[in-house]
């Protein structure tokens, strides 16, 4: 590990390295565990079809919100760190405060098609049902809610603040949720489907005012000049938009695919698989949430072995411990749903395994998409979630009639190792860049203690 540290090219690298693994790796716990309560929370509050909308609520308003960042949630943190390395800081508030812009107009447009006669039919031919148009109106304040959340959250990361991007890109809202949750269930015992929702909208909303507050300040302390370019964000999120919309659709596609054709109940038993198996991954997502803005500047610079060395480092470093979640998936998964959801739960064991075999692929080839959006290319990353979420939907497509949660799982798990795989080689092959862990690196680290 100190070797490691040492390949990070002198102290501030290592210091925001070190901090920053150490507030997400903080943030990232507290927020699965308050997430894996709230999940249980609410199995015990909705019934098992209600549970199952609440779940094709969240992933509408998940793929919405994504929609309406216009790629800036992947963007911002390149603006940002860009802009300030080479000393433009009043051209880093611009784009900050043009991207706000941008992702509130686009929010708000989608959200005035959300509760329209349009916005309707359309929910009501996913679900099959009226129960989402009934909760249309605080679904759009949900997305929009998310949607600022992400830009409050990557505007820290790229000022190299994890600390506030840990707290305002879910801590808060998670713990937030956590909280309201147990306390309804403790004096009510129940909720509906609105309540529930109108909840996790207060929890996020309350994040995000404050985010807000900090954000604000923040800008106080940047240059002021230049014009706020709405048309330079437009340019500049569009081709990340399709690359996040594309990427998140590997993922939350399925679910409305099985939506169609199955029960909410059946819905209920793939979301409660997919919302646990993200502990498989959470080593992983707080890597990803540290190295963007190191990855960046060292690319910039040319070092490209350093690069390598971070990046095969880290995902052996993470691949430890995703491997024994993976096998304790493996031998007690269906004790693990069963006393997370309930014992009605435990039928999510076959779906859960296979959804875990695709995450699984997914640590072990590392961290290429971060390489490939940090080092400009974007597009390869596009392409790879659309040829890749395009087999995968069509795998849920032609398996969810027949069998169901497992069909989407497929489907899902088909179209995460393509995706990761083809961005695994692509690295390889074009930019000479490995990402994947290898034993020869624990051996290394070991050697180096």
């Excluded at 597009?379 to 398996?399: D, E, H, T, Y």
Aim: a positive charge; hydrophobic letters at 55%; aromatic letters at 12%.
């Amino acid at each position: 590990m100190a070797d490691f540290l040492s390949s990070l090219q002198k102290s501030s690298l290592t210091q925001r390295f070190q901090s920053g693994v150490s507030w997400s790796f903080s943030g990232k716990i507290i927020s699965a565990a308050a997430a894996l309560a709230t999940n249980a929370l609410l199995a015990r509050l909705l019934s098992p079809e209600e549970m199952g909308t609440y779940f094709l609520a969240f992933s509408l308003v998940a793929v919405l919100a994504i929609s309406g960042q216009w790629g800036m949630n992947r963007g911002l943190v390149k603006l940002i760190a860009s802009e300030l390395a080479n000393g433009h800081s009043a051209l880093a508030r611009n784009g900050i405060i043009a991207s706000f812009i941008v992702v509130a107009s686009i929010s708000l447009f989608i959200v005035l098609f959300l509760i329209s006669p349009a916005g309707g039919w359309a929910l009501t031919a996913i679900s099959g049902s009226n129960l989402l148009v009934s909760i249309s109106l605080f679904m759009g304040l949900w997305l929009l809610i998310k949607a600022m959340q992400g830009l409050v959250s990557e505007s820290f990361r790229g000022f190299h603040d994890i600390r506030l991007a840990t707290l305002f890109g879910g801590l808060m809202t998670a713990v937030l949720s956590m909280l309201f949750f147990l306390t309804f269930w403790l004096f009510y015992g129940h909720a509906t489907l609105e309540q529930v929702v109108t909840l996790a909208v207060l929890a996020a909303g309350i994040s995000l005012l404050t985010g807000l507050v900090f954000v604000f300040r923040k800008l106080q302390t940047l240059d002021r000049g230049g014009n706020i370019a709405i048309s330079r964000i437009l340019r500049f999120g569009f081709p990340l938009f399709l690359t996040s919309i594309t990427l998140f659709g590997v993922k939350e596609f399925h679910i409305w695919v099985l939506a169609m054709f199955q029960p909410e109940s059946e819905v209920a038993l793939y979301g409660s698989a997919v919302r646990l198996v993200i502990l498989l991954e959470m080593p992983l997502i707080i890597v990803n949430s540290v190295i963007p803005p190191i990855i960046a500047e060292l690319y910039s610079q040319g070092k490209y072995q350093q690069v390598q060395r971070v990046l095969q480092k880290t995902a052996t470093l993470v691949s430890i411990p995703a491997f024994f979640v993976f096998c304790l998936i493996l031998l007690f998964g269906g004790e693990v749903l069963g006393v997370t959801y309930g014992a009605s739960y435990k039928e999510a064991y076959i779906p859960f395994v296979i959804l875990a075999v695709g995450q699984f692929v997914n640590v072990l080839t590392g961290s290429p998409g971060i390489l490939l959006t940090m080092s400009g290319h974007e597009g390869v990353v596009m392409k790879s979630a659309l040829g890749s979420g395009i087999i995968g939907v069509a795998s849920s497509f032609i398996l969810v009639p027949e069998f169901g949660a497992i069909g989407a799982a497929v489907g899902y798990s088909v179209g995460v190792m393509l995706v990761n795989v083809t961005m695994w080689t692509y690295s390889h092959r074009r930019l000479a860049i490995f990402t994947h862990g290898s034993p020869m690196v624990i051996k290394e680290i070991l050697l180096n203690r």
